[in-house]
Each structure stands twice: as structure tokens, then as C-alpha cells.
């Protein structure tokens, strides 16, 4: 029975201090066929920040 953590900590999931990190197989890193294709979804800067967050552009500025 998992003792809950106390009020005004999240509990962690990290390793302990000293701790490993679990061993992830390299089956686990092949994609599945269910995933989406990379180069459909690979969004960087302006377009990543407007999908993820839903930011808006309120102005831009030309820099000389």
C-alpha cells in the first residue's frame, strides 16, 4: 500500500538520488504503425508555438 505524498508536494517520478534510470529496449523505440509520420508533424518555432499553446500574433517587428 503506496504511502501518498505529503499536502503541497507533487510526488516525483524521477529515480533517486544515486538512482538509474530505467532501461528503455530498442524495441520500444521503433515506431508503431499507428504513429503519425515525421515529417507531418515536425513544427518548429512560430507554428509549433501557435499549434501548442495557441498563440497569437499581436505584432511583428522588421529588425535591420
Known sequence: DP???????PESTAPAAGGRA????AEDDIPDEDDPDLEESALSGHDLIVRELGATVIEEFQHE
Do not use: F
Not at 3 to 9: F, L, N, S, V, W
Not at 22 to 25: E, F, R, T
Open 22 to 25: 530505467s532501461y528503455i529496449g
Open 3 to 9: 504511502t501518498p505524498a505529503p499536502a503541497g508536494r
